[in-house]
């Protein structure tokens, strides 16, 4: 391996991040937009609430099938067509008149969000050597909740002035991202040498999955772990602003201004678990981070006042992100290079359909009781989520690295 090819994890990962940044401001514009787009479409709590279902299935299904495609077609190639779509798409919702066709669009944009995630977090591991791996990629999962930051940032300035509408056009920018990832960053190693097996000699993804018993089980089981994490998270993260402005009475600006905290903390928190993790262990850090999330969420809800709220919501912040700070090394380490985008990307998109009525039914609960209640259930979905792995799942079954011998331009 060449100096240059040595260095090529170096913009594989600022692009990564990047990706993952929009990725999150793009799920957080329709969160934080939620209470504009109740009063201009006249819309209830439950009608709101299905719009982060509608975009959880459409990232589910791209998820899955882009997860494939990065398995057939390339890790680069899926990413920069998925950050095309998505950014097209959420620009175009800056102009649906009805919630009718707000929810087409938002779901139409979500299939690039899912499969982007998913994709990003496989091309990131098959660059990062084992040993500093979920460092690397707790710090990726950052770019996650910076996106949160940011949106939540521009929110503040657009949406009390501007509107909802202009917000969403902000995400036309991301294109330039997927055009400069396309010029520069090359398939990993691993992948070109599964791509040399001629079309005859490949088996079906799918196929293999299902027809090893061990690849089923492992399937499977992250499959479960993905739809308990991402109830907790989507749940949470769907309903929270609303719930700071509907229940605890705060204005725009002042949510925003603690929703930063929450999200800074997170960011933190998931770039130290990252870092343990790879001291401790994967099964070790997010069992951790599942029970003290799912311990401190009915906590926060039950025990905040006008004192302790800023304080409360920094620390669940960092508990927040801790599990997904793993998730991802500890997935893709779990199969094997030739099918790990296709099970990768099933497993945790068949999983965010399970996940996929949370916001709904925290809207449900909201509509008989409050968002508040809503969100301490929640708790439980968390504690599922850590348990799963730590008693099932082994850790570093496969190894995704694989030296990159040149700098090759993906052309």
């Known amino acids: 391996m060449d100096k240059k090819g040595s260095k090529l994890w170096i913009p594989v990962f600022i692009s990564c991040f990047l990706g993952l940044m929009v990725d999150g401001m793009d799920l957080q514009f329709l969160s934080l937009s939620l209470p504009s787009l109740m009063k201009e479409f006249g819309i209830s709590k439950v009608q709101a609430g299905s719009l982060g279902t509608y975009s959880l299935i459409g990232m589910a299904v791209g998820g899955i099938f882009g997860g494939w495609f990065a398995d057939r077609f390339g890790r680069v190639r899926t990413i920069v067509w998925t950050i095309a779509l998505f950014s097209i798409g959420t620009f175009v919702l800056a102009f649906t008149q009805t919630y009718w066709q707000f929810a087409a669009v938002r779901f139409i944009s979500a299939l690039g969000l899912g499969a982007e995630y998913v994709v990003c977090n496989t091309l990131m591991a098959e660059y990062v050597p084992t040993k500093r791996r979920t460092t690397m990629l707790g710090t990726l999962q950052a770019g996650w909740s910076v996106g949160y930051l940011v949106a939540t940032l521009l929110a503040g300035s657009i949406l009390p002035q501007f509107g909802w509408r202009p917000l969403f056009m902000v995400a036309l920018v991301p294109v330039i991202l997927a055009i400069y990832m396309r010029r520069v960053i090359p398939e990993p190693a691993g992948w070109q ?76 928190g998931k770039m130290i678990t990252g870092w ?25 809800i039950m025990y905040h006042s006008a004192g302790n709220i800023i304080i409360l919501l920094t620390i669940f912040g960092f508990l927040y992100g801790m599990p997904y700070a793993v998730n991802a090394t500890y997935m893709t380490e779990s199969f094997p290079t030739n099918i790990r985008g296709t099970a990768v990307g099933g497993a945790y998109n068949i999983g965010r359909v399970g996940a996929a009525t949370a916001p709904i039914i925290i809207g449900i609960i909201a509509q008989s009781k409050s968002i508040g209640f809503g969100l301490a259930v929640l708790g439980i979905s968390y504690a599922l989520a850590g348990l799963t792995p730590a008693l099932f799942i082994k850790e570093k079954i496969h190894e995704p690295y694989v030296q990159q011998k040149s700098n090759v331009i993906a052309g």
Do not use: C, H
Not at 209 to 227: G, N, Q, R, V, Y
Not at 259 to 267: D, E, F, K, W
Not at 276 to 297: E, H, I, P, S, W
């Open 193 to 268: 040498e599964a791509a040399k097996v001629g079309a005859q000699q490949r088996k079906i993804e799918w196929k293999i999955i299902f027809s090893d018993p061990k690849s089923l089980k492992i399937f499977l089981l992250w499959t479960l772990t993905a739809t308990f994490l991402q109830f907790g998270y989507y749940g949470v993260g769907n309903w929270l602003p609303t719930y700071l402005v509907s229940e605890l009475g705060f204005n725009f600006t002042k949510m925003t201004g603690y929703l930063v905290g929450t999200y800074t903390a997170m960011i933190i």
């Open 276 to 300: 343990l993790a790879d001291r401790v262990g994967r099964k070790v850090m997010y069992l951790v981070g599942g029970f003290a999330t799912a311990l401190f969420l009915p906590f926060l």
